[in-house]
C-alpha cells in the first residue's frame, strides 16, 4: 500500500462530496490539527531531510548525525536505526520514497560521489545511478512509484526495469523536487539559476518524455523548490524570496490542469522547505519560520483551497525558547486517515561556554475537525 495515493483518492472523493454538500447548502469542516513529537532529544539522528511511510506502522526517515548518514525505521511504536544490513557510509541520506514495505529507495552523497539503494524487505543493495554529483544541490530529489523511480538534479533521470533513461536539461537548471502520481504522470520543479535574474521551471513527464509548463507566477527572486501533486489538475509549486532587509517571503501557486494561479495569501515569513496535499483538497506547508518579532517554536500552516491557517507545533522538551530553532524539510502522510509526519531538527540552548546542540524532530499530527 502506498499511502500517497490512499490520500489522493481522498481527495477526490471529498471535492465531489464538497460539490454535493454545496448543492445542498452545506459546507465541510476545515482541517485542523495536533502535533505531537515522535523523536527529540538524543536519538540516532542529528537531522532528518526525508520521510516516506507505507502504512501507519511502517515509515522511514533519512538524514545525518555527527557527519554521518543515517536512515531510521518506524516499527508503529517508536524510531530507531534502521537495522538491515547492506547500506554503504555516506555523509548524509538526502531523500527516501517507499512504495512498499519490499520497495523503498534512498538517495545520499560522500564526498563528491553518490549512492542510490534500495530496500527488497531484507537488505539494501546499491544501485548503479547516472549523471554527476549535483555540486550546486547535493540534496537530490527521489520519488517512486509502482514500476518508475524518478530522479533530479542538473538533470531529470526515469529508471524502470533496470535502464536509466536521461532528460537533459537547459544550463543552470536545476531540479530540486519531484512529485509522481503514477509511472506515466509525475512532475518537477526548480530553477534556472542564479535566482536574481533566473526564473521558475516546472516539467510534467507523460510516461515518455518531460514537456516545460509555462512558468509559475511568484515573486521575481523567488527560489521555487518544492512541488506536490494531488491529481493532473491540481498541483501545487511553492518556494521563498529571500530579502536581508526582511523575513522571507513565501510564494505558494496553484495549477489547476490549464493555468496556474497565485494562491500564497496570508502566508508569510516562512523559508519554504515542506509541501504536502492535505487529502481534503488543500494543502499542509512548513520549513522554518522567521516571523518577527522572534519566536522559536515550530510552525505549520495550512490552506483549505480558499485560505490558509497557522497552526503551532510541539515543542522539543529540551528545545530552545528564545531564537528560531526548529526547521522541518519535508513532510509526508503517515496513515490513510489524514495523519502526516514531519521530520526535521532544532536546537537546544546556548551553554556557558556559547554552544549547543542540534537533534533530529520528528512531529506527527493527528487530525480533527475544527470547531
Request: net charge negative.
Given at each position: 500500500m502506498q499511502i500517497r495515493h490512499l490520500v489522493r483518492g481522498a481527495a477526490a472523493s471529498l471535492a465531489l462530496a464538497s460539490t454535493l454538500?454545496?448543492?445542498?447548502?452545506?459546507?465541510?469542516?476545515?482541517?485542523?490539527?495536533?502535533?505531537?513529537?515522535?523523536?527529540?532529544?538524543?536519538?540516532?539522528?542529528?537531522?532528518?531531510?526525508?520521510?516516506?511511510a507505507v502504512d501507519d506502522d511502517l515509515a522511514w526517515a533519512v538524514g545525518s548525525k555527527d557527519g554521518q548518514g543515517v536512515i531510521v525505521r518506524w516499527d508503529g511504536t517508536r524510531w530507531s536505526k534502521d537495522p538491515a544490513p547492506g547500506l554503504p557510509d555516506v555523509w548524509e541520506w538526502s531523500s527516501v520514497t517507499a512504495v512498499a514495505a519490499d520497495d523503498v529507495w534512498a538517495y545520499g552523497t560522500v564526498r563528491r560521489d553518490?549512492?542510490?539503494?534500495?530496500?527488497?524487505?531484507?537488505?539494501?543493495?546499491?544501485?548503479?545511478?547516472?549523471?554527476?554529483?549535483?555540486?550546486?544541490?547535493?540534496?537530490?530529489?527521489?520519488?517512486?512509484?509502482?514500476?518508475?523511480?524518478?530522479?533530479?538534479?542538473?538533470?531529470?533521470?526515469?529508471?524502470?526495469?533496470g535502464a536509466w533513461q536521461t532528460f537533459a536539461l537547459p544550463e543552470q537548471v536545476h531540479i530540486r523536487d519531484i512529485d509522481a502520481l503514477s509511472a506515466d504522470d509525475a512532475y518537477a520543479t526548480g530553477m534556472r539559476y542564479?535566482?536574481?535574474?533566473?526564473?521558475?521551471?516546472?516539467?510534467?513527464?507523460?510516461?515518455?518524455?518531460?514537456?516545460?509548463?509555462?512558468?509559475?507566477?511568484?515573486?521575481?527572486?523567488?527560489?521555487?523548490?518544492?512541488?506536490?501533486?494531488?491529481?493532473?489538475?491540481?498541483?501545487y509549486v511553492a518556494g521563498w524570496a529571500d530579502d536581508d532587509a526582511r523575513p522571507p517571503i513565501p510564494s505558494v501557486?496553484?495549477?489547476?490542469?490549464?493555468?496556474?494561479?497565485?494562491?500564497?495569501?496570508?502566508?508569510?515569513?516562512?523559508?519554504?522547505?515542506?509541501?504536502?496535499?492535505?487529502?481534503?483538497?488543500?494543502?499542509?506547508?512548513?520549513?522554518?519560520?522567521?516571523?518577527?518579532?522572534?519566536?522559536?517554536?515550530?510552525?505549520?500552516w495550512h490552506y483549505d483551497g480558499t485560505a490558509w491557517t497557522e497552526q503551532d507545533g510541539a515543542m522539543a522538551p529540551d528545545g530552545d525558547a528564545r531564537w528560531p530553532s526548529y526547521t522541518f524539510y519535508d513532510l509526508a502522510p503517515a496513515d490513510d486517515a489524514g495523519s502526516f509526519w514531519a521530520v526535521g531538527h532544532y536546537t537546544t540552548p546556548l551553554d556557558p561556554r556559547g554552544d549547543q546542540d542540534v537533534h533530529g524532530l520528528i512531529e506527527r499530527s493527528t487530525p480533527s475537525p475544527a470547531s
Open positions: 454538500l454545496a448543492a445542498g447548502g452545506a459546507t465541510a469542516a476545515p482541517m485542523s490539527s495536533n502535533w505531537e513529537i515522535s523523536l527529540s532529544g538524543e536519538s540516532p539522528a542529528g537531522s532528518l531531510r526525508s520521510v516516506s553518490q549512492r542510490l539503494v534500495h530496500f527488497d524487505g531484507t537488505r539494501w543493495t546499491t544501485v548503479p545511478t547516472v549523471g554527476p554529483v549535483d555540486d550546486s544541490f547535493p540534496e537530490v530529489p527521489l520519488d517512486a512509484v509502482p514500476g518508475r523511480l524518478f530522479k533530479g538534479g542538473d538533470a531529470l533521470y526515469t529508471y524502470a526495469d542564479p535566482v536574481d535574474g533566473g526564473h521558475p521551471v516546472t516539467y510534467h513527464w507523460d510516461g515518455t518524455t518531460w514537456t516545460l509548463l509555462e512558468e509559475v507566477p511568484v515573486r521575481a527572486g523567488t527560489d521555487t523548490a518544492k512541488i506536490a501533486a494531488e491529481s493532473t489538475d491540481s498541483v501557486a496553484h495549477w489547476n490542469g490549464a493555468e496556474w494561479r497565485d494562491v500564497t495569501g496570508d502566508l508569510s515569513a516562512l523559508y519554504v522547505y515542506a509541501i504536502a496535499p492535505d487529502g481534503r483538497g488543500g494543502l499542509w506547508v512548513t520549513g522554518s519560520d522567521q516571523t518577527e518579532p522572534t519566536s522559536s517554536g515550530p510552525v505549520f
